[in-house]
């Protein structure tokens, strides 16, 4: 991750532009010179954006010295983000500036450091310095291993199966690749057509079933869904092979027997991430094979589908990186989930690193004990064969172009999909901007209904009932325009989660209710043991 501070094409197109154009730099300059003059006599306006919790203490509040040094710094950040808005990038290009100086920017914050941090050194002085003694071992903690960042999460407060990845239910499908979990109904009578869940092929599945009363999973179930969830196995180098068509062929293989123990001729499918690209590529292939009637619909969570200007991540992904790449981990055979771990981090430093460097070295304080947290640190590998097509399809873009790519020996044309879509995406998700999550609906055949959570990457699928500060903007006349603005300018804000909405439109399109099962499984499909499996332990 070093090479997100070394220069690279896109920064020296920035610094050429500025070059060029030194009345923008002078002007930047000067008008940086004049409040840090305001702030020297202590009538800057500057303030810490919403939700920057770095300044929020009443150290950096009550006192002038602090505060006017937190003001500097914040001042000085406004500068270069200016810079970069008057260089006039391409988005790619203004992606890649914008990462790189941010992350040293906020590498940069004082609230990083102990000699400039008003909370760190009131706590060392009050702790006589045993708070430092104790950050030096949680320093070494951390340094001891992989991905070598500060520990996010206090992991033994949590047990996968007890308190997370906890809902009642059964394996009755185990391969080499995947065991299908099956949920135990909790109404007297179920809806016809199954809900099987597809998740991401670099994660552990129970972000779907995080937590009682945080899970999806248990939702659905409550509302009288009959739901099965996969869990892929984690690889090894033993299984560099695994890719794009090992896992879509696990997924309809999971898709058949769900539809054979519940006696059903149609299914729901959800994906999200990664998991919700395989659901529109498995709708794809349905329809070229004449049996789209499987499919009483879809739902894609926070997946983008066009990857051009796809946010910071695919901003790096070019041919060459993405060669260099997939040729590194063919020689290893994996990816491993320390590497992914640490990539997404750096994304988002100031929540997923700075933060936990002053929580745990200079605070000396255990980071808490979140479930959220849990599963991210919960982390997975990547074959290197899914790598090599993932990677394919983000520089080639080719899921968005029809034909371009195959799924199975199918070409992937989404046009083709008729089947009604429940698309997903977060206002403030850093991985999957909300705008090209919505580019899905112009590529979809059938009935689209987009909604936008209020909510991050993740944050946004873990939405459960009860959250006073849960929202969803949903259009109001039910269309999807073209444009995203467009559609955001008509949509209607809803209080409450999406959760109810989808349980509501799923109940639209899944038949009749009859009579719960009895048991997990069938004749044919056997309970193997209680979900949540042993992959997942993994």
């Known amino acids: 991750m070093i090479d997100r501070f070394i220069p690279g094409r896109a920064e020296l197109v920035f610094g050429t532009k500025l ?19 305001r702030v020297a006599v202590g009538a800057s306006s500057v303030e810490p954006s919403r939700g920057d919790r770095r300044f929020a203490g009443e150290e950096w509040q009550d006192s002038p010295m602090w505060s006017r040094l937190a003001k500097a710094y914040l001042a000085a950040g406004g500068t270069i983000d200016g810079l970069v808005s008057d260089a006039r990038l391409s988005v790619q290009d203004e992606r890649r500036v914008r990462f790189a100086l941010e992350n040293l920017v906020d590498a940069a914050a004082p609230s990083n450091f102990l000699l400039t941090n008003p909370v760190a050194l009131d706590a060392t002085v009050s702790e006589k310095g045993a708070n430092l003694v104790r950050g030096a071992r949680n320093f070494v903690r951390d340094m001891s291993e992989a991905p070598r960042l500060p520990s996010s999460v206090d992991g033994s407060s949590f047990e996968v199966g007890v308190d997370v990845a906890a809902t009642p239910g059964a394996v009755v499908l185990r391969t080499e690749l995947f065991e299908l979990l099956h949920y135990a109904p909790q109404t007297t009578h179920v809806r016809e057509a199954p809900v099987l869940l597809v998740p991401p092929m670099v994660n552990k599945y129970y972000l779907v079933d995080l937590a009682p009363d945080r899970s999806l999973v248990e939702h659905l179930v409550r509302q009288g869904q009959q739901v099965f969830a996969m869990s892929w196995r984690n690889p090894s180098a033993a299984e560099s092979a695994w890719d794009l068509d090992t896992y879509a062929a696990g997924a309809v293989e999971a898709m058949d027997a769900a539809l054979a123990i519940t006696g059903s001729d149609r299914i729901h499918l959800g994906g999200n991430c990664s998991g919700g690209t395989m659901v529109a590529a498995l709708a794809s292939r349905l329809e070229a094979r004449g049996e789209a009637g499987k499919l009483a619909g879809i739902m894609l969570g926070v997946t983008v589908i066009d990857a051009r200007e796809a946010g910071t991540a695919s901003a790096f992904m070019g041919p060459e990186l993405a060669r260099l790449a997939v040729a590194a981990v063919d020689r290893r055979g994996i990816l491993d989930g320390a590497s992914l771990q640490s990539f997404f981090a750096w994304l988002r430093p100031n929540d997923l690193v700075w933060n936990y460097v002053v929580n745990n070295y200079l605070l000396g304080r255990t980071p808490p004990a979140f479930d959220l947290l849990f599963w991210n640190a919960d982390t997975t590998n990547m074959a290197a064969g899914l790598l090599r097509d993932l990677a394919d399809m983000a520089v080639n873009n080719s899921m968005a172009c029809p034909g371009e790519m195959s799924v199975l020996g199918d070409p992937v044309d989404l046009g083709a999909v008729k089947s ?59 269309s999807c325009p073209a444009s995203a603005s467009e559609w955001r300018s008509d949509a209607d804000e809803v209080v409450g989660t999406w959760w109810n909405d989808w349980c509501a439109w799923l109940a639209d399109r899944s038949g009749s209710l009859k009579r719960a099962p009895r048991a997990c499984g069938s004749k044919a499909f056997p309970v193997l043991g209680p979900a949540p499996g042993e992959y997942v332990r993994g």
């Open 420 to 478: 009604d879509a429940y698309i997903v995406a977060g206002t403030a998700d850093h991985i999957t901007p909300w705008e090209n999550c919505y580019a899905t609906t112009q590529m979809l055949g059938g009935d689209v209904r987009f909604v936008l959570s209020n909510a991050g990457h993740v944050a946004a699928l873990v939405n459960p009932p009860g959250n006073p500060k849960a929202r969803f903007a949903v259009s109001s006349s039910g």
């Open 19 to 37: 070059v060029r154009r030194p009345d923008r730099v002078v002007r930047r300059a000067s008008s940086l010179v004049a409040e840090l003059g």
